[in-house]
C-alpha cells in the first residue's frame, strides 16, 4: 500500500534518447509535483498539477513534458536528453495545492544519462 | 534572490546528545517554515511545520524554533539515536495560493554514533 510511486527506480539511456517516467499516487490527494534533485542534493520543483490542471511551471527546459490523465497520475515525458538531465527525480503529492500543506515524496527515479 | 542555506558539513554527535541544526535564509519572509528529513535512496518525509507566529513547535524528540528577525529556523533532536541518521532538510514557502511553492536548502547530514 505505498502512498506515492514511481517507475522505473532507475533508468539509464543514452543522451537524445526521449524517456518517460511514471508517478501514481493512492492517498486521494488533488495535487501532484515533480522535483529534481541534483548531485549537490537541491530539491527543485519543476511542475505541480492541480486536479489534472497544470499551475506551477518553473524554469523547465522545453523537453520536459508532464501529462496528468487524472488526479492520480502525473507522468514526466524528456525528449532528447542531455547529460545535464542526470539526477533524482521526485514525485509528490499533498491533499491541496497550498503551499503550507505536508507533501508526500515517492522514492525517487534515478536519471543517468550518458 | 531567494537564498537557503543549511550547513553542508556533516554533523556528528554522540548518542543521547542533543542534535542543532540551522537554516538560514535571506531575502525573503516566508509565512512558513518545514523541515523534512531524507533517507540515502529515499523521498523526503515531512517532519514539521512552523508558521511565522510561532516561535517554537514541538513533536515527540524534535523541536523547531523560527526567529523571523533572525531569518533563521533551528532543529533539535533531543536524545538522539542511531536511527536519527539521515539528511534534514529545511523548505520554506514561497508565494502563497495555489501557485505558492516550497524552496528547499541542500540539507545537512546528521550521524548519530553509538
Known amino acids: 500500500d505505498t502512498a506515492v510511486s514511481q517507475t522505473p527506480k532507475y533508468l539509464v539511456t543514452q543522451m537524445g534518447n526521449d524517456k518517460s517516467i511514471k508517478c501514481e499516487q493512492n492517498?486521494?490527494?488533488?495535487?501532484m509535483y515533480w522535483y529534481k534533485q541534483d548531485s549537490k542534493k537541491f530539491l527543485k520543483i519543476m511542475f505541480s498539477y492541480n486536479n489534472k490542471e497544470l499551475i506551477i511551471n518553473e524554469t523547465v527546459p522545453n523537453r520536459f513534458s508532464p501529462k496528468s490523465p487524472d488526479k492520480a497520475h502525473l507522468n514526466l515525458h524528456i525528449n532528447s536528453l542531455e547529460l545535464g538531465d542526470s539526477a533524482v527525480y521526485f514525485c509528490a503529492s499533498s491533499q491541496d495545492s497550498l503551499p503550507a500543506e505536508t507533501q508526500y515524496f515517492g522514492p525517487g527515479t534515478r536519471l543517468l544519462v550518458l | 534572490s531567494q537564498k537557503i542555506e543549511q550547513n553542508s558539513e556533516a554533523l556528528n554527535i554522540q548518542e543521547g546528545k542533543t542534535a542543532t541544526l540551522t537554516c538560514n535564509y535571506t531575502n525573503y519572509s516566508p509565512a512558513y517554515l518545514q523541515w523534512y528529513r531524507q533517507d540515502p535512496g529515499r523521498g523526503p518525509v515531512f517532519l514539521l511545520l512552523i508558521r511565522e507566529n510561532e516561535k517554537e513547535k514541538r513533536k515527540e524528540r524534535l523541536k523547531v524554533t523560527f526567529d523571523t528577525t533572525l531569518k533563521q529556523s533551528l532543529f533539535h533532536i533531543t536524545a538522539s539515536q542511531p536511527a536519527d541518521s539521515a539528511t534534514y532538510l529545511c523548505a520554506l514557502v514561497r508565494g502563497s495560493g495555489n501557485t505558492g511553492k516550497l524552496i528547499f536548502g541542500q540539507g545537512t547530514t546528521l550521524q548519530v554514533k553509538p
Open positions: 492517498l486521494g490527494h488533488d495535487t
